[in-house]
């Protein structure tokens, strides 16, 4: 374990060691720093300085005659002290912007999540990953009841978020649209600004009073409203994954046991959801290396991960898992970027809640 702090050579090797590890994937030897090194330092005085740094625990050497490889440790103090971030190119840069335009006809939001995650994966070669937001957490803005062919009624829900579910239930009687109308205005003025847990909770509460029986519409409304809320009682959290064949190209993954656990761990679309949710309170990227990950499965490779937001709230998150020998100086910037993009995008869906609706409306009638 590391115990005294690095001096200035010690950064530098360090340094030095990680950047030609990630570029070649082969053990680093002290002849390749000294080539490079600024200060004219010697094979010999190089590999003292690793040694130093192997007794750290920064660094450790996998063969007796072999360079040195990067510990855990090592690229933690590289990610916390000795990374400079890279800025994206400005064709890489104009490649994003044309996905997640910053527009009021910007895509929907399941279409802006999916093109996030196809650039995660492809501007990384790693693998994309992507946390939807999370809907049952959501706070009602409005609740709509609209009428369908025979007898059927679409329930929208608008978050304060701008996000639009939608389910389409079948009542115990066939409702008119005047009655749908009222009951609409009914259960918004009951429910406006409660999540859906908090608004399950209200329904039944409700249901359970006299005065319910006594009150027709009312009645009607939060017969409606859990029909809709039973549908979505089982949701479980949506993680979007692309790139995981990048994987299979890496010589840190030529082992066919590893390969095997890595795609089970993919599989999994729960412990994705753990590790991603977790970086919901960060404000900006947050980086687990090997052994940092609360989950074995992951144990092998490096998730960097950031926030997205809407209206300053974060309501999602999205990043790339790779080996931990990857480009940290690049995709760090690169998580954050395109959590800023698809933060702005997703901001700029200002078209009208009345538009959202009806064009969901749409679509249901002609189904």
């Known amino acids: 374990m590391a115990s ?3 001096s ?11 950047v030609n590890y990630v570029v070649t994937g082969q053990p680093v030897g002290s002849r390749t720093v000294s080539r490079n090194s600024r ?4 094979p010999a005085t190089i590999r003292n300085t690793m040694s130093d740094l192997e007794e750290m625990g920064y660094l450790y050497q996998p063969h007796t005659s072999a360079g040195r490889v990067p510990t855990d440790l090592g690229y933690r103090y590289y990610v916390d002290r000795l990374m400079s971030e890279r800025p ?3 064709r890489e840069i104009r490649h994003i912007r044309a996905a997640l335009p910053a527009e009021e006809e910007a ?9 996030t995650v196809k650039l995660l994966a492809g501007l990384s070669s790693h ?5 939807a937001p999370r809907f ?3 706070v009602l803005k409005r609740l709509e009841f609209l009428s369908l062919p025979e007898g ?6 608008v978050s304060q978020t701008g996000m639009v579910d939608h389910r389409v239930v079948s009542p115990r009687e066939r409702l008119s649209d005047t009655e749908l109308s009222a009951m609409t205005n009914l259960v918004n003025e009951s429910f406006q600004d409660l999540t859906l847990p908090q608004i399950r909770v209200r329904v039944v509460q409700h249901m359970s009073e006299e005065k319910a029986l006594y009150d027709r519409l009312l009645a009607r409304a939060l017969d409606l409203s859990s029909r809709y809320l039973a549908q979505r009682a089982d949701d479980e959290d949506e993680v979007l994954v692309d790139g995981a064949s990048n994987v299979l190209g890496e010589p840190d993954f030529a082992d066919v046991a590893r390969m095997k656990a890595l795609f089970r761990a993919f599989e999994d679309k729960s412990r994705l959801v753990d590790l991603l949710n977790a970086c919901l309170a960060e404000d900006r990227s947050r980086i687990l290396i090997g052994s940092e990950c609360p989950d074995p499965g992951f144990s092998d490779l490096t998730l960097i991960t950031s926030p997205y937001r809407y209206r300053q709230q974060p309501v999602g998150a999205l990043g790339v898992i790779g080996p931990r020998r990857m480009d940290y100086d690049r995709l760090v910037t690169l998580v954050d970027s395109l959590s800023r993009f698809l933060s702005e995008a997703l901001a700029s869906r200002t078209r009208g809640a009345g538009e959202e609706t009806a064009a969901v409306a749409a679509e249901e009638d002609d189904a």
Not at 8 to 18: E, M, T
Not at 39 to 42: K, T, V
Not at 127 to 131: A, I, K, T
């Open 8 to 18: 200035d050579r010690h950064r530098d090797v360090l340094a030095a060691v990680i």
């Open 136 to 138: 049952r957490h959501a």
């Open 107 to 115: 895509p929907d939001v399941d279409d802006l999540l999916n093109r």
């Open 127 to 131: 693998v994309g990953v992507v946390l």
């Open 88 to 90: 994206l190119s400005r």
């Open 39 to 42: 200060d004219g330092l010697s």
């Open 4 to 6: 005294a702090p690095l």
């Open 152 to 157: 059927r009624v679409l329930v929208i829900f």
